[in-house]
Every structure is written in C-alpha cells, then in structure tokens.
C-alpha cells in the first residue's frame, strides 16, 4: 500500500521561498504522476500543480510564475518550492498520488508564513 | 478556467436519510469528475473517479451519477462515519479546481 509523508518547515518568513518534501513509500515515483494540493485553514482544496514521471510539469495559473515542482528518483520524493511567499500561502499542504485527482494523499504538512 | 458550483454548501441530516449532492460545471467536462470526503484534521479521500466509479474500498452506498455540467453524489443511508464536508473536482483541463464542499452535519 502506497503511503505518502509531507515534511518540510512548519514556517517561513514573508518573501522567503516555501520548501516542501513528499516521501513516497510502497510505489516507485516514476511510476505515476503526482500533485500538490493546498487548504488553507478554513477554506477549500486548491490544485498546485502536477509532475509527470517525466519531469513535465503543470501548474495552477495563479501560481505558475512562483511554483516549481520536481522528482527525486533516488530518493523517492516528490519536492515543492514556492517563491516569495506570503500570508496567502498559508495552508495545509498535501501531496498525492495522481497529477490531476489524487487517489491517495500525505496527511498534509501545515505551513504558515509570517515573520 | 472552469468553475466548479456545488450545493448545497451545508445539510443537516440523520443516520439513514438519503443524501444528494450537486456539482455543477461551467461547461462540459464529459465524465472526468471525482468525489472527496474529508473530516476534520484528516487528508481526503478519493472517494469517487470517472464520475461513477467507486475507489477501492468505498462502501457502495457511495455512488455518483452524471456526465456533461452536471453531476450528483448520492449516500443511499447514511451513517455516523459520513459527516464530513464533500468536495467535487474537475479533472478534465487545468486548472483542476474544486468545488467549495458540502458539509454534512447533524
């Protein structure tokens, strides 16, 4: 059974970049796609954006100029990054398995930006 | 970009009742539509893909319906371990948004 682990810093500071982890057990990465997804705290799911074992990537137009997803095949992850952050981006940060509907998800890792 | 509307945004029911859900999309997304339910503090779940097909697992008082705008899920009785807030998601361009939820409370 796939599992998924978010990591990363649970905050970071205005303008500074967001990093995230995924670790994925239970399935090689390069054999599906996957995505980030986003929730901040009371509200809805937002789609990030999706990578294909291929490396090609998509992304929700709001954040494509700040949003970069990438593969760690030797390690089994899956990394965010997520520029000049601000409040905004506060959220849960999930990610999944699946590059457009995730059929198994991380438990999510809350971020909050804030200096 | 599609906009995904789903109502109600919140229902009250009881253990047993027959509950729908709508999605509706702002324009034809043939049948690339899924269902989550998510409780509080928790990831999703995939509950629902294809727009009818249930996932692994899924009890089958789950069912969902519809192709084109619109879709519906349906919980034919529903049981303590249901209340939860429902979300629908288009996956058939990008951006593959969601629908704002449903929750289903007591």
């Known amino acids: 059974q796939v599992q998924l682990q978010e990591s990363g810093p649970g905050l970071v500071k205005p303008s500074e970049t967001l990093s995230l982890t995924c670790t994925v057990s239970?399935?090689?990465?390069?054999?599906?796609?996957w995505s980030w997804i986003r929730q901040p705290p009371g509200k809805g799911l937002q789609w990030i954006g999706g990578?294909?074992?291929?490396?090609?990537?998509n992304y929700h137009p709001s954040l494509r100029s700040r949003a970069s997803i990438s593969l760690d095949t030797s390690m089994n992850q899956i990394s965010l990054r997520l520029t000049s952050a601000t409040a905004a981006d506060t959220a849960v940060y999930f990610c999944?398995?699946?590059?457009?509907?995730?059929?198994?998800w991380g438990q999510g890792t809350l971020v909050i930006v804030s200096s | 970009d599609i906009q995904m509307t789903q109502s109600p945004s919140s229902l009250s029911a009881s253990i047993g009742d027959r509950v729908t859900i709508t999605c509706r999309a702002s324009?034809?997304?043939?049948?690339?539509l899924a269902w989550f339910q998510q409780k509080p503090g928790k990831a999703p779940k995939s509950l629902i893909y294809?727009?009818?097909n249930l996932q692994s697992g899924v009890p089958s008082r789950f069912s969902g319906s519809g192709s084109g705008t619109e879709f519906t899920l349906t919980l034919s009785s529903l049981q303590a371990e249901d209340f939860a807030t429902y979300y629908c998601?288009?996956?058939?361009?990008?951006?593959?948004?969601f629908g704002l939820g449903t929750k289903v409370e007591i």
């Open positions: 324009q034809d997304i043939g049948n690339f």
């Open positions: 239970g399935d090689p990465i390069t054999d599906y796609q």
């Open positions: 294809g727009a009818s």
């Open positions: 998601q288009q996956y058939d361009s990008s951006p593959y948004d």
């Open positions: 990578v294909h074992y291929s490396g090609s990537t």
């Open positions: 999944g398995r699946g590059g457009y509907s995730p059929d198994h």
